[in-house]
């Protein structure tokens, strides 16, 4: 994207025709309205980037199908030597011409064809450089723009009015190719020679007429226009090179007519070509020299003041620019409201005269308003830079600190950010995104350390725990699921066009998924959706398709609608690490095992509501699979799903468990009173949720739950990695089956056996490092960490008292099963319940030997209301080897 530099916003609108309210098409639903394929297509536009073009940035519908695009605007034209009366010189006129030819060339290989060419839209720089605009109407209106007829290309003309299918909606009209453009391009280089329009004084009609008759004339163009004597007077100075390209840009037939690149290969073109050649090439020695050279370079702040001008904005790019100016209130409705262009008749005088029947009305007047304005409302930077006035030149080139310097505890780079801005940074996540200055520091410092990616993913994890810039949100997303490489060609290498046996689930998939948003729901969204599937399908033979995928895939898409290839290796590489195996042609056996560990965290974190929605039947199998084959994207809308997504990304492939117990727990009070049929209803359709709250939330409950609690035996393995890729930046992001496994690790739980606790397992290992085990044999030190940071410990020995004596782990409490419960299922009163009554907000570890005493015990707290209670897995036998067990003291 390139700088502002002196370039302003330019806001132009038209408006899109209407689809009759009762339209359907050939597969039953309603046409999509032609805004909506309009916002699809001018996606594209957004990509083109050339010193020769003005950037489009940015379009946006509004009522009665008004659409409003922004793109870089310059306020000088070449119109403005017309309107001087005076011709170019043919130097001048072939140097600007050649400007004009580089930007043409560079549509047409992006198969864009103007065909709105004229002098208005060939704006020009303070420095003096050619930018083409309003490039796009044609492309973007789905080759049914409205061109000035002046300019028009003779197989224009000859095409007719446009025509469209009643039943599609899609232009069946002959599609205008880049020849028009050559054709355009020779009538502007003839008028800037005479200094006049060629059909200056003439009507609509007249204009028609004239082209017609130069039609059907037997002469060339040229020579028929220099019928005119005051024409042919001012082309007689003309070399004959430039009558040659005038004749090879004029000719009717666009089957002889010469391509824009031929055109630019003409012998006249021969010195601007060498000099385009010669700056690139002066640029590059350049560029070598300063990467070879051993030079005293300035500091800092002498860079900074020496090489940029005190307008440092204008050194950032327009997207970046025009963001910040919505955030500091530019308002779009407003300014065509203040330029009069948003002035619609009321519509009781649009009422038709009389109707029929079939729906069909007649004697309806047309708004005025409607039709193609071409006037260009230019935005005002004021306010923008009113907010920005206080932030100092150096915030604009944040340094990027080596990161030896700065370490954590935990061996992590600190925050190279804001400081002042910290206070900030506490405010609620939506407040922040609306902060104009606090998103200015967010979006400068993630720019800079993505252009250092992968040297700097440690900063950018570190970061991205406190908020991502929705701006940047795609590759910072990338970044933290290691996308790298050689992304298109993995892409184009996968055959997508071919049809396979998924397609047809694919189409039936596609217009279900997140229709609500604009852009997904638009045919260009729903071409890339089926891409963008297909290649993941063909990419991973192993699986197969499953409903679900398309909308995984949806914020990838909406995030990186420009680049297919980066929303497939995000998803390619998200997959894998939450959904491993999900995808199987028989994915029952982890469904199951998912859900299982699902609701032993739902009794770990809150008994009493999984006691009550077991007892009424409402399991996990009937409203969460949702949840988790698609991470919530099927259950929450895009805007949502982005920032439960900001925080799932940095946490491990247990995190989505967590998520779904904070939901359940914000729906507590509902979900207690209410019986099966309710909760039924009440999932039937998501009810609101405070995604905020939520993920906050979730975080707390993986916090406090024992890493080995959510182990899988179908989650993904082990993957070696360079402990530098990504920071262990905490307990929350650590993953207990990215860790070597020992006999003291988890192994492999029958389902059945899974599916009938109510508890969740930990692993003999987990127990050591969570616990105050000093063990004196190995000497193994205390692991217990700082409050807040790891779950705290009780170990709760249920073996028989005369077992206990021999043998137990150091700090643990004995409740022998056998009498520890009344006839009424209540705990007995003695010393060591009130003991484990007191430390009832700690995580209750039941520890027994390797029958089912331990299990019993742990199933009749959790019936009795006690959080956070598991099992040690394998039992206390798998301490015989490690030297940790003790002999209590004779009165615990």
């Given at each position: 994207?390139?700088?502002?530099?002196?370039?302003?916003?330019?806001?132009?609108?038209?408006?899109?025709?209407?689809?009759?309210?009762?339209?359907?098409?050939?597969?039953?639903?309603?046409?999509?309205?032609?805004?909506?394929?309009?916002?699809?297509?001018?996606?594209?536009?957004?990509?083109?980037?050339?010193?020769?073009?003005?950037?489009?940035?940015?379009?946006?519908?509004?009522?009665?199908?008004?659409?409003?695009?922004?793109?870089?605007?310059?306020?000088?034209?070449?119109?403005?030597?017309?309107?001087?009366?005076?011709?170019?010189?043919?130097?001048?006129?072939?140097?600007?011409?050649?400007?004009?030819?580089?930007?043409?060339?560079?549509?047409?290989?992006?198969?864009?064809?103007?065909?709105?060419?004229?002098?208005?839209?060939?704006?020009?720089?303070?420095?003096?450089?050619?930018?083409?605009?309003?490039?796009?109407?044609?492309?973007?209106?789905?080759?049914?723009?409205?061109?000035?007829?002046?300019?028009?290309?003779?197989e224009v003309l000859c095409s007719g009015p446009l025509k469209v299918d009643e039943d599609s909606g899609q232009c069946i009209q002959p599609i205008?190719?880049?020849?028009?453009?050559?054709?355009?391009?020779?009538?502007?280089?003839?008028?800037?020679?005479?200094?006049?329009?060629?059909?200056?004084?003439?009507?609509?009609?007249?204009?028609?007429?004239?082209?017609?008759?130069?039609?059907?004339?037997?002469?060339?163009?040229?020579?028929?226009?220099?019928?005119?004597?005051?024409?042919?007077?001012?082309?007689?100075?003309?070399?004959?090179?430039?009558?040659?390209?005038?004749?090879?840009?004029?000719?009717?037939?666009?089957?002889?007519?010469?391509?824009?690149?031929?055109?630019?290969?003409?012998?006249?073109?021969?010195?601007?070509?060498?000099?385009?050649?010669?700056?690139?090439?002066?640029?590059?020695?350049?560029?070598?020299?300063?990467?070879?050279?051993?030079?005293?370079?300035?500091?800092?702040?002498?860079?900074?003041?020496?090489?940029?001008?005190?307008?440092?904005?204008?050194?950032?790019?327009?997207?970046?620019?025009?963001?910040?100016?919505?955030?500091?209130?530019?308002?779009?409705?407003?300014?065509?409201?203040?330029?009069?262009?948003?002035?619609?008749?009321?519509?009781?005088?649009?009422?038709?005269?009389?109707?029929?029947?079939?729906?069909?009305?007649?004697?309806?007047?047309?708004?005025?308003?409607?039709?193609?304005?071409?006037?260009?409302?230019?935005?005002?930077?004021?306010?923008?830079?009113?907010?920005?006035?206080?932030?100092?030149?150096?915030?604009?080139?944040?340094?990027?600190?080596?990161?030896?310097?700065?370490?954590?505890?935990?061996?992590?780079?600190?925050?190279?950010?804001?400081?002042?801005?910290?206070?900030?940074?506490?405010?609620?996540?939506?407040?922040?995104?609306?902060?104009?200055?606090?998103?200015?520091?967010?979006?400068?410092?993630?720019?800079?350390?993505?252009?250092?990616?992968?040297?700097?993913?440690?900063?950018?994890?570190?970061?991205?725990?406190?908020?991502?810039?929705?701006?940047?949100?795609?590759?910072?997303?990338?970044?933290?699921?290691?996308?790298?490489?050689?992304?298109?060609?993995?892409?184009?290498?996968?055959?997508?066009?071919?049809?396979?046996?998924?397609?047809?689930?694919?189409?039936?998939?596609?217009?279900?998924?997140?229709?609500?948003?604009?852009?997904?729901?638009?045919?260009?969204?729903?071409?890339?959706?089926?891409?963008?599937?297909?290649?993941?399908?063909?990419?991973?033979?192993?699986?197969?398709?499953?409903?679900?995928?398309?909308?995984?895939?949806?914020?990838?898409?909406?995030?990186?609608?420009?680049?297919?290839?980066?929303?497939?290796?995000?998803?390619?590489?998200?997959?894998?690490?939450?959904?491993?195996?999900?995808?199987?042609?028989?994915?029952?056996?982890?469904?199951?095992?998912?859900?299982?560990?699902?609701?032993?965290?739902?009794?770990?974190?809150?008994?009493?509501?999984?006691?009550?929605?077991?007892?009424?039947?409402?399991?996990?199998?009937?409203?969460?699979?949702?949840?988790?084959?698609?991470?919530?994207?099927?259950?929450?809308?895009?805007?949502?799903?982005?920032?439960?997504?900001?925080?799932?990304?940095?946490?491990?492939?247990?995190?989505?468990?967590?998520?779904?117990?904070?939901?359940?727990?914000?729906?507590?009070?509902?979900?207690?009173?209410?019986?099966?049929?309710?909760?039924?209803?009440?999932?039937?359709?998501?009810?609101?949720?405070?995604?905020?709250?939520?993920?906050?939330?979730?975080?707390?409950?993986?916090?406090?739950?024992?890493?080995?609690?959510?182990?899988?035996?179908?989650?993904?393995?082990?993957?070696?990695?360079?402990?530098?890729?990504?920071?262990?930046?905490?307990?929350?992001?650590?993953?207990?089956?990215?860790?070597?496994?020992?006999?003291?690790?988890?192994?492999?739980?029958?389902?059945?056996?899974?599916?009938?606790?109510?508890?969740?397992?930990?692993?003999?290992?987990?127990?050591?490092?969570?616990?105050?085990?000093?063990?004196?044999?190995?000497?193994?030190?205390?692991?217990?960490?700082?409050?807040?940071?790891?779950?705290?410990?009780?170990?709760?020995?249920?073996?028989?008292?005369?077992?206990?004596?021999?043998?137990?782990?150091?700090?643990?409490?004995?409740?022998?099963?056998?009498?520890?419960?009344?006839?009424?299922?209540?705990?007995?009163?003695?010393?060591?319940?009130?003991?484990?009554?007191?430390?009832?907000?700690?995580?209750?570890?039941?520890?027994?030997?390797?029958?089912?005493?331990?299990?019993?015990?742990?199933?009749?707290?959790?019936?009795?209301?006690?959080?956070?209670?598991?099992?040690?897995?394998?039992?206390?036998?798998?301490?015989?080897?490690?030297?940790?067990?003790?002999?209590?003291?004779?009165?615990?």
């Amino acid at each position: 994207m390139p700088a502002l530099g002196s370039a302003e916003f330019g806001v132009r609108t038209f408006y899109a025709a209407s689809h009759p309210n009762d339209k359907c098409g050939p597969n039953g639903l309603p046409l999509t309205p032609n805004s909506v394929k309009i916002l699809g297509r001018f996606q594209y536009l957004t990509t083109l980037s050339h010193p020769r073009l003005c950037q489009y940035l940015d379009i946006s519908k509004t009522k009665h199908e008004c659409m409003i695009v922004i793109s870089e605007h310059h306020k000088s034209s070449v119109k403005e030597k017309l309107n001087s009366g005076q011709g170019l010189s043919e130097n001048a006129a072939v140097s600007l011409g050649f400007q004009i030819l580089e930007g043409l060339t560079f549509l047409h290989e992006k198969n864009v064809v103007h065909r709105n060419l004229s002098m208005d839209n060939i704006l020009v720089e303070k420095q003096g450089n050619i930018k083409l605009s309003e490039y796009g109407l044609y492309y973007m209106t789905d080759y049914g723009a409205d061109v000035l007829p002046h300019y028009m290309a003779p197989e224009v003309l000859c095409s007719g009015p446009l025509k469209v299918d009643e039943d599609s909606g899609q232009c069946i009209q002959p599609i205008s190719g880049p020849k028009v453009d050559v054709w355009s391009f020779g009538i502007i280089l003839l008028e800037l020679l005479l200094g006049r329009e060629v059909w200056s004084g003439l009507s609509l009609q007249e204009t028609f007429v004239k082209l017609l008759l130069l039609i059907k004339s037997d002469m060339s163009p040229l020579d028929y226009l220099c019928q005119d004597a005051s024409l042919s007077e001012k082309l007689k100075g003309t070399s004959k090179e430039l009558k040659d390209l005038l004749r090879l840009c004029l000719t009717v037939s666009s089957s002889k007519r010469a391509t824009s690149e031929e055109v630019k290969q003409h012998p006249i073109f021969r010195s601007s070509r060498e000099n385009a050649v010669a700056h690139k090439r002066e640029f590059d020695i350049f560029t070598a020299q300063v990467r070879s050279a051993d030079l005293e370079l300035p500091t800092y702040e002498e860079t900074i003041a020496n090489d940029f001008s005190d307008d440092h904005l204008s050194q950032r790019s327009m997207q970046e620019v025009y963001y910040l100016w919505r955030l500091a209130g530019g308002d779009l409705d407003g300014a065509l409201r203040k330029a009069g262009m948003s002035k619609t008749r009321p519509p009781i005088h649009l009422l038709p005269c009389y109707g029929i029947l079939d729906g069909d009305v007649f004697g309806q007047d047309r708004d005025n308003a409607e039709l193609l304005n071409n006037t260009v409302i230019t935005l005002s930077q004021e306010q923008l830079r009113f907010r920005l006035r206080e932030i100092p030149a150096t915030a604009y080139y944040p340094l990027l600190e080596d990161e030896s310097k700065y370490l954590s505890e935990n061996q992590l780079p600190a925050s190279p950010s804001y400081g002042d801005l910290a206070n900030s940074a506490t405010l609620p996540l939506v407040i922040r995104e609306k902060d104009v200055e606090y998103q200015f520091h967010r979006i400068i410092l993630f720019e800079r350390l993505l252009n250092a990616y992968p040297f700097k993913r440690p900063y950018i994890w570190r970061e991205a725990r406190v908020d991502i810039p929705p701006l940047v949100r795609a590759h910072v997303w990338a970044a933290i699921l290691e996308v790298e490489g050689d992304l298109e060609g993995w892409y184009t290498s996968i055959d997508k066009e071919t049809p396979t046996a998924t397609d047809r689930q694919i189409e039936v998939d596609i217009p279900r998924c997140h229709q609500y948003h604009e852009l997904l729901s638009s045919p260009t969204a729903h071409a890339k959706f089926k891409r963008v599937l297909k290649a993941w399908v063909l990419s991973n033979p192993q699986y197969v398709y499953w409903q679900g995928l398309d909308s995984l895939c949806a914020p990838f898409l909406a995030l990186s609608f420009n680049s297919e290839a980066l929303a497939f290796a995000c998803l390619s590489a998200f997959i894998p690490k939450y959904l491993h195996k999900f995808f199987l042609r028989d994915n029952s056996a982890v469904i199951q095992e998912y859900l299982a560990v699902f609701s032993h965290l739902i009794s770990f974190h809150d008994p009493e509501l999984g006691n009550h929605l077991d007892g009424i039947g409402f399991i996990p199998d009937l409203y969460a699979i949702p949840w988790f084959l698609t991470m919530y994207a099927h259950v929450f809308p895009l805007h949502k799903i982005v920032h439960l997504w900001d925080t799932l990304l940095l946490g491990n492939s247990s995190f989505p468990l967590c998520i779904g117990v904070a939901i359940l727990q914000q729906l507590r009070d509902r979900l207690l009173s209410f019986g099966f049929n309710e909760c039924i209803l009440l999932f039937s359709d998501m009810p609101e949720i405070d995604i905020e709250r939520c993920v906050q939330d979730s975080i707390r409950i993986f916090c406090s739950t024992p890493k080995s609690a959510t182990y899988r035996q179908h989650a993904r393995p082990l993957k070696p990695k360079n402990s530098t890729d990504r920071p262990n930046v905490s307990y929350y992001s650590r993953d207990y089956h990215d860790q070597p496994q020992t006999d003291l690790s988890m192994e492999p739980i029958p389902l059945e056996e899974l599916k009938s606790e109510k508890y969740p397992r930990i692993s003999a290992e987990d127990l050591i490092e969570l616990g105050e085990l000093a063990g004196s044999a190995n000497s193994r030190s205390p692991t217990k960490k700082r409050q807040n940071s790891k779950p705290m410990i009780v170990i709760l020995d249920v073996r028989h008292h005369e077992e206990y004596k021999r043998g137990t782990l150091q700090g643990s409490i004995n409740i022998p099963f056998q009498t520890a419960f009344s006839p009424e299922g209540e705990l007995n009163p003695c010393p060591a319940v009130q003991i484990l009554n007191s430390r009832r907000n700690q995580v209750i570890v039941v520890v027994g030997n390797r029958g089912r005493f331990a299990a019993n015990f742990a199933n009749e707290l959790v019936r009795l209301g006690y959080s956070r209670v598991c099992v040690l897995h394998k039992g206390i036998d798998i301490f015989r080897t490690t030297n940790l067990l003790i002999i209590p003291p004779a009165d615990i």
